[in-house]
């Protein structure tokens, strides 16, 4: 074109130094600033402006940052092929994977072999709870499984908490049924998990070390009747289907417990002699 034509154009202004159009550079520049200024944001607000636009960073930062936390370890863990070829973004908009049906109840099996030949004995029991979104989510309101066939462990729920520095937390705590007042049971480990039920991404857990479990607690013995977690997972993610955590108003709890042999039987104190 002839540049003469061009200079008679409205809204034309003469190039700047460099041959870039002045309008232009200021764009550019204006979009690099912005690019860095989202670069320099946090992780989680720029996932969560990507996510739910609409919302202001602060309305539900507890929750959010729950959900947060569970794409992030479920980006690092990749525990199953089908997790691997959806993404979390994906299961959170709707699309989802099979559903893995799990049943409540107890089983045993052996655990690891020891030094002396012996092995540990591992109790799994599984807590399926229909109706979650009916169960009190008042704080410290408990509910209580107890399996049949009379295995020694139970479960304790806390859907509202029970820590109140810890709000908006499930909790899950194990409760040891002493069959009588001379057992009881050496635990080496224990796990807690709140099962996801389309992926295989457990949310779980693992608590080390040795602890002694009786019929009443024992400060000064060091004897619990009950052992767990003031915060299993944020009650939010039991909120979004999609996540896989609850399925038809349906989420199911876990903890296994790996007991050292054998159940130690305290035998009462001989009678005085007359």
């Given at each position: 074109?002839?540049?003469?034509?061009?200079?008679?154009?409205?809204?034309?202004?003469?190039?700047?130094?460099?041959?870039?159009?002045?309008?232009?550079?200021?764009?550019?520049?204006?979009?690099?600033?912005?690019?860095?200024?989202?670069?320099?944001?946090?992780?989680?607000?720029?996932?969560?402006?990507?996510?739910?636009?609409?919302?202001?960073?602060?309305?539900?930062?507890?929750?959010?940052?729950?959900?947060?936390?569970?794409?992030?370890?479920?980006?690092?863990?990749?525990?199953?092929?089908?997790?691997?070829?959806?993404?979390?973004?994906?299961?959170?908009?709707?699309?989802?994977?099979?559903?893995?049906?799990?049943?409540?109840?107890?089983?045993?099996?052996?655990?690891?072999?020891?030094?002396?030949?012996?092995?540990?004995?591992?109790?799994?029991?599984?807590?399926?709870?229909?109706?979650?979104?009916?169960?009190?989510?008042?704080?410290?309101?408990?509910?209580?499984?107890?399996?049949?066939?009379?295995?020694?462990?139970?479960?304790?729920?806390?859907?509202?908490?029970?820590?109140?520095?810890?709000?908006?937390?499930?909790?899950?705590?194990?409760?040891?049924?002493?069959?009588?007042?001379?057992?009881?049971?050496?635990?080496?480990?224990?796990?807690?998990?709140?099962?996801?039920?389309?992926?295989?991404s457990h949310l779980a857990r693992k608590h080390e070390g040795t602890r002694i479990f009786g019929p009443k607690p024992d400060q000064r013995r060091r004897i619990s009747t009950?052992?767990?977690?003031?915060?299993?997972?944020?009650?939010?993610?039991?909120?979004?289907q999609a996540l896989g955590f609850c399925v038809d108003d349906t989420v199911v709890l876990r903890a296994e417990i790996e007991v050292a042999p054998p159940l130690h039987q305290l035998r009462p104190a001989p009678a005085p002699a007359d």
């Amino acid at each position: 074109h002839d540049l003469g034509d061009q200079r008679g154009r409205r809204g034309w202004q003469p190039a700047s130094r460099g041959g870039k159009h002045p309008q232009t550079t200021r764009a550019a520049s204006a979009t690099r600033d912005s690019q860095r200024d989202d670069e320099q944001r946090p992780l989680f607000e720029r996932w969560f402006a990507s996510r739910f636009p609409e919302n202001n960073v602060s309305s539900a930062p507890a929750a959010h940052r729950a959900l947060w936390a569970e794409h992030e370890r479920q980006r690092k863990s990749r525990a199953s092929r089908r997790f691997e070829q959806s993404t979390y973004l994906d299961r959170l908009r709707g699309s989802r994977a099979g559903v893995e049906h799990f049943k409540s109840g107890s089983v045993s099996t052996t655990g690891r072999v020891l030094r002396d030949g012996g092995s540990t004995t591992v109790f799994t029991v599984t807590w399926r709870v229909e109706r979650w979104s009916a169960l009190p989510a008042g704080f410290r309101q408990g509910a209580r499984y107890r399996p049949p066939g009379g295995a020694p462990w139970s479960l304790d729920l806390y859907k509202g908490g029970i820590k109140r520095e810890k709000p908006g937390m499930v909790a899950l705590y194990v409760h040891y049924d002493a069959p009588d007042r001379t057992s009881f049971a050496t635990v080496t480990s224990l796990e807690l998990a709140l099962l996801n039920q389309s992926t295989g991404s457990h949310l779980a857990r693992k608590h080390e070390g040795t602890r002694i479990f009786g019929p009443k607690p024992d400060q000064r013995r060091r004897i619990s009747t009950s052992a767990g977690t003031a915060s299993l997972a944020h009650l939010v993610l039991t909120q979004v289907q999609a996540l896989g955590f609850c399925v038809d108003d349906t989420v199911v709890l876990r903890a296994e417990i790996e007991v050292a042999p054998p159940l130690h039987q305290l035998r009462p104190a001989p009678a005085p002699a007359d």
